[in-house]
């Protein structure tokens, strides 16, 4: 929208106008939308920035090309290079970031509908947003199967072998399929809950988009399920999606750390959140 169309529904299409709508108790339904750019001041590159992002970094892997790592028909021939990744990736090396708190937060004051994140990182989940507020919509670590009998493989042997860099393979004689943290790979079915939960948006009285490209489908296209005059924040280190189309689109670029604190101070809430982020 161009600065002389007014908001709908906000006071004013600002940080300010915005807090204000929170601290007027009208956002009692607010959805979050993450991505890897929420993990990358925990020490977790995201994929997608120019020179820190992993994609820029995979040529030590030789990958045909940098979406390989996550590709099913990919991994079958050669599961190497995700399992170098999975070795750096994975859960328990990392510290929630103050925006994931952040989203606990909103939890905790009893305002969060649902949190779809895209990470894999499982980071949402050590900040303390409850199991069932989370839509893992590219699944997650929490899980491993056999990529060809879907058997379920223990937690602690996969575990063993992600730290030794070592390829696990189904444990069933008769199968001997490779195995596979249950994380989404390109040319893979979305998890059912997010297809349960994907019309959630529309009920929303407010969406925060935190730290995502918004590149890939169908996730790119929860914002857009928002009603019309729904205010959605953005906060992140580039413009994405359609958000800023909207009469009610507020745009917050820069740092998702930065952003979010200067979120909370305007809604009163900085000290409590810097306090539970110092117990994380
Ligand atoms: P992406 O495509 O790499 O985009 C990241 C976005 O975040 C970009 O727009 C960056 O500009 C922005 N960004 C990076 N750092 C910051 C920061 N500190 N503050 C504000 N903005 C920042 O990642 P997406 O999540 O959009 O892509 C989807 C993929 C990435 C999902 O399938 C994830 O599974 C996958 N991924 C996840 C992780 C993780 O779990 N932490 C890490 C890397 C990739």
């Given at each position: 929208?161009?600065?002389?169309?007014?908001?709908?529904?906000?006071?004013?299409?600002?940080?300010?106008?915005?807090?204000?709508?929170?601290?007027?108790?009208?956002?009692?339904?607010?959805?979050?939308?993450?991505?890897?750019?929420?993990?990358?001041?925990?020490?977790?590159?995201?994929?997608?920035?120019?020179?820190?992002?992993?994609?820029?970094?995979?040529?030590?892997?030789?990958?045909?090309y940098a979406e390989?790592?996550?590709?099913?028909?990919?991994?079958?021939?050669?599961?190497?290079?995700?399992?170098?990744?999975?070795?750096?990736?994975?859960?328990?090396?990392?510290?929630?970031?103050?925006?994931?708190?952040?989203?606990?937060?909103?939890?905790?004051?009893?305002?969060?509908?649902?949190?779809?994140?895209?990470?894999?990182?499982?980071?949402?989940?050590?900040?303390?947003?409850?199991?069932?507020?989370?839509?893992?919509?590219?699944?997650?670590?929490?899980?491993?199967?056999?990529?060809?009998?879907?058997?379920?493989?223990?937690?602690?042997?996969?575990?063993?072998?992600?730290?030794?860099?070592?390829?696990?393979?189904?444990?069933?004689?008769?199968?001997?399929?490779?195995?596979?943290?249950?994380?989404?790979?390109?040319?893979?079915?979305?998890?059912?809950?997010?297809?349960?939960?994907?019309?959630l948006p529309a009920?929303?009285?407010?969406?925060?988009?935190?730290?995502?490209?918004?590149?890939?489908?169908?996730?790119?296209?929860?914002?857009?399920?928002?009603?019309?005059?729904?205010?959605?924040?953005?906060?992140?280190?580039?413009?994405?999606?359609?958000?800023?189309?909207?009469?009610?689109?507020?745009?917050?670029?820069?740092?998702?750390?930065?952003?979010?604190?200067?979120?909370?101070?305007?809604?009163?809430?900085?000290?409590?959140?810097?306090?539970?982020?110092?117990?994380?």
């Open positions: 929208v161009d600065e002389a169309t007014p908001p709908w529904t906000l006071q004013s299409r600002t940080l300010e106008g915005l807090a204000g709508y929170i601290r007027d108790g009208k956002a009692k339904r607010v959805v979050v939308m993450t991505g890897a750019g929420i993990s990358t001041s925990a020490g977790i590159p995201d994929f997608r920035s120019p020179t820190t992002g992993l994609y820029a970094n995979l040529a030590r892997l030789n990958l045909p390989a790592v996550f590709d099913i028909s990919y991994f079958r021939q050669n599961p190497r290079p995700f399992y170098t990744l999975a070795h750096e990736l994975y859960p328990g090396k990392y510290r929630p970031t103050i925006t994931h708190c952040f989203i606990r937060l909103l939890n905790d004051k009893g305002l969060l509908l649902k949190l779809f994140t895209q990470n894999i990182d499982c980071l949402e989940r050590e900040a303390g947003v409850p199991d069932d507020k989370i839509v893992e919509a590219h699944g997650s670590f929490a899980r491993q199967s056999c990529i060809e009998c879907k058997t379920l493989y223990p937690d602690d042997l996969i575990r063993k072998h992600i730290e030794e860099m070592a390829i696990p393979f189904c444990q069933r004689k008769s199968c001997g399929g490779l195995v596979k943290p249950e994380i989404v790979f390109f040319g893979e079915q979305l998890p059912a809950a997010f297809f349960a939960n994907r019309g009920e929303a009285d407010l969406c925060i988009v935190l730290g995502t490209s918004l590149t890939v489908q169908p996730f790119a296209s929860l914002p857009g399920f928002c009603e019309e005059g729904v205010p959605r924040l953005l906060i992140n280190q580039e413009q994405v999606g359609s958000l800023g189309s909207r009469p009610d689109d507020v745009l917050l670029l820069g740092d998702c750390d930065d952003g979010v604190r200067k979120l909370a101070k305007a809604c009163g809430w900085l000290e409590e959140l810097e306090a539970l982020w110092a117990k994380m």
